[in-house]
């Protein structure tokens, strides 16, 4: 599975960016996806993830601004981002795995080459 991020950029606080991660290679729809990040100096952390029957989960930090859905017909994950901040400035990277449910980069197979986000303030 190949995975490409798009739709970074730099925006100022509240605003809204929606990114997307086109998939190719094998069947899309069997996997789970899901969006971490990695800002500078930190460790790369769960932001949210989607499963095959579409179960969500959000890093508290997001919960209630972020959205993640997916496409099926077009092999993409979306990350609607609202209500930008600062501090969620980082690189952000789709991944794609086989656990229905993790919040863990252990877990996730296949990763992106990730895509730049900054919030200025």
């Known amino acids: 599975v190949q995975l490409e991020e798009s739709g970074g950029g730099l925006v100022q606080a509240g605003a809204s960016l929606r990114l997307s991660c086109a998939a190719s290679?094998?069947?899309?729809?069997?996997?789970?996806m899901a969006w971490f990040r990695q800002a500078p100096g930190k460790e790369r952390e769960f932001v949210a993830y989607i499963n095959w029957v579409r179960s969500t989960n959000y890093a508290d930090s997001v919960k209630g601004r972020f959205t993640i859905s997916r496409d099926n017909a077009w092999n993409t994950v979306y990350l609607q981002m609202n209500s930008l901040k600062p501090e969620d400035t980082a690189v952000y990277y789709c991944a794609a795995g086989t656990y229905s449910s993790s919040l863990y980069t252990n877990d996730y197979t296949y990763w992106g080459h990730g895509v730049q986000v900054t919030v200025s303030s």
């Open positions: 290679g094998r069947t899309f729809s069997s996997f789970a």
